[in-house]
């Protein structure tokens, strides 16, 4: 999966994934009008607005990225029927040619961790016949628990050709709490970092491996450490945009092929129209503000690679 | 909710929960074949034998057992069917009075992590209406991302008089990968343990902190150590039994006023029937095999209590 993320990210000359993370709050307000004249102020009215507003921001940027990344959790707060709008909205992507990173930061132990792994990316048995119950093509994977937490998922990897992206750095504030604790000298996200080296070697694609990481936008001088650190992984970097990182913040992710990162940005993009650069669309076009987001957004990453 | 637990651990006399982990391995053959011929072999075929099974082993036990600690990989395998037999359980284990702990072990940042604690702890806001979406009365929490990460659980712990279970030494063999790593000589599972007795003492119970640990079974020294680091933690304390841990290893996980600690065990309880020494039940009656099972666990553990 990750030689087609490559592929995708050369042709739409966009290293860009867009965080499909729906608040209620960012939804405008007809759209859930709609939704909840339909099917009242309900778990099923709410995610019913959720689906609504994504299929409009996949319908407006299809076409110029190569990857779309949902939150989980912004579905499961509506419980079962949040899960089908995240499943849905997971077959739109892809009928519409996205490759899909379902962000759902699982992780647990042995037969726990493939159920997970098997839901998100492989096939679940059933008697004689096997289903894909998400069917997303990466997935994000916490490592607290190590190696046992971490390899069931990288078997499903290789047995279906899918990907992960294990967090290493995280963008928030607090991410240092335990992560930059330093062990003889080597803070913990260095040591995670090689270990997810480690265990991309498992799993190459052609240039870069199945199994990648997450490094914050926000921490451009470790992204460059790490960087180094993991050559043939692909960095998935969260926090562009409204968390803080700009796209001068973010060459160094980058390998000198001009590869090997993926920039997120969830509110930035979405919520777009809401910001007061893009005010002029209205709530009404809310997708051609998301669309003018991520043409910016794109520019901003070309022009700082570009004076790299 | 510490507190109800705490009286349910004494009302029983069983510091024990139920792990209701359903792998379509355990399910007794009969259940199967009925499921799949109501609903062929399928994702809801195979939910619908879990939900079977749970609701047996529920009826068979749930009066000598305080909680159950439903692990919602197993149900996120068969996908949105797989949820909706997840929420059944929930559901019925609470019209039975017993608590409920989610295990599934969740961690994000900010409005993220807000977001799953609301799922599965609080309740959701559509419009003028709340809902609790999934509604487990406790959840495992992953403390990787640190500090942002928690504490949006906290504060809806505090909203809803709910609690959670921190990841701090896992069971599994690989658990020391990082959890071990020594920071200026203390390893690190110690700095989280600091940290979850810091985060609970913002919410306490009567005598014990709404914010808990998990500490393996089979780190019988390390467990010693954090219940001295964490007086008023409860600790879940996962890998009894199928993983190796005995009642005897597991004493120094309680305070000297035998609280403090609860036991899981999921495997050895659910598919009690399928070992030599509950054999004599037959598949049919795999529902009294576990409640022996849970019978036998509580005297190993009052055996090494009352040796202690």
């Not at 961790?113 to 994977?141: C, R």
């Not at 190590?146 to 290789?158: A, R, Y």
């Not at 330093?182 to 270990?195: A, H, M, N």
């Not at 700009?246 to 997120?264: Q, R």
Request: glycine residues 10%; charged residues 25%.
């Amino acid at each position: 999966m990750i030689n087609q993320l490559v592929e995708q990210i050369q042709k739409k000359e966009a290293p860009i994934v867009v965080g499909l993370d729906p608040m209620l709050s960012y939804i405008p307000d007809f759209i859930k009008k709609e939704a909840f004249e339909e099917f009242g102020e309900t778990l099923k009215g709410a995610s019913n607005a959720v689906w609504q507003f994504n299929k409009a921001i996949i319908d407006s940027t299809a076409d110029l990225i190569p990857a779309v990344k949902p939150q989980i959790a912004m579905y499961e707060q509506f419980g079962v029927e949040g899960l089908i709008a995240f499943q849905k909205t997971v077959d739109y992507c892809k009928e519409k040619g996205l490759i899909v990173i379902g962000d759902i930061k699982r992780g647990d132990i042995g037969s726990t961790s493939t159920a997970y792994a098997v839901a998100h990316l492989g096939e679940t048995k059933v008697g004689s016949k096997s289903y894909a119950a998400f069917g997303e093509d990466f997935v994000t994977v916490n490592p607290y628990l190590g190696s046992d937490g971490v390899l069931p998922f990288v078997e499903v990897c290789k047995e279906h050709q899918k990907g992960i992206f294990i967090l290493v750095k995280t963008s928030n504030p607090s991410s240092g709490e335990f992560q930059d604790q330093k062990v003889d000298g080597t803070p913990l996200y260095e040591l995670v970092g090689r270990k997810v080296a480690e265990w991309g070697e498992q799993c190459m694609g052609d240039k870069y491996s199945e199994i990648g990481a997450v490094v914050g936008a926000t921490y451009p001088e470790m992204g460059k450490i790490l960087r180094k650190l993991m050559p043939k992984t692909y960095i998935l970097v969260p926090g562009y945009g409204a968390q803080g990182g700009k796209g001068a913040d973010l060459v160094h992710y980058f390998n000198s092929d001009g590869l090997g990162a993926i920039i997120n940005s969830s509110r930035g993009i979405i919520a777009a129209y809401k910001q007061e650069a893009y005010q002029k669309f209205g709530s009404q076009c809310f997708a051609d503000a998301s669309r003018q987001a991520v043409i910016d957004m794109r520019e901003d990453i070309h022009s700082a690679l570009a004076a790299k």
